[in-house]
């Protein structure tokens, strides 16, 4: 089993700054790519960010330049430090985790999702 557990979010306002952290647990072999995806109301879940296991980056044109995502492979953990926040942010933010279980085993998981809510 394996679990994918985010903390960080919360209100803050416009212009603020937060980070996320997701920490994976259980039967890890490897992980390959980690990232954040975001859903608001109403709106279907986007990228938001993602980092390979060599540490590339991707991100949504909306939030280059503001956000930065990071990874401790030791810690099996990925981080979002999300600055210069902006109304339009607000939305259940999720980790996402393309791992192997085992050598031949591979899956995606998710996290139960943290809100984050920008709002003066």
């Known amino acids: 089993q394996v679990q994918l557990v985010e903390s960080g979010g919360g209100l803050v306002q416009p212009g603020g700054s937060l980070r996320l952290s997701c920490a994976a647990s259980?039967?890890?072999?490897?992980?390959?790519?980690l990232g954040w995806y975001r859903q608001a109301p109403g709106k279907q879940r986007e990228l938001v960010a993602a980092?390979?296991?060599?540490?590339?980056?991707n991100y949504a044109d909306s939030v280059k330049g503001r956000f930065t995502i990071s990874r401790d492979n030791a810690k099996n953990t990925v981080y979002l430090q999300m600055n210069s926040l902006k109304p339009e942010d607000t939305a259940v933010y999720y980790c996402n985790a393309d791992l192997f279980t085992s050598m031949t085993r591979w899956n995606i998981y998710w996290g139960q999702g943290t809100q984050v809510t920008v709002s003066s």
């Open positions: 259980g039967s890890i072999f490897r992980i390959n790519a």
């Open positions: 980092i390979t296991s060599g540490g590339s980056t």
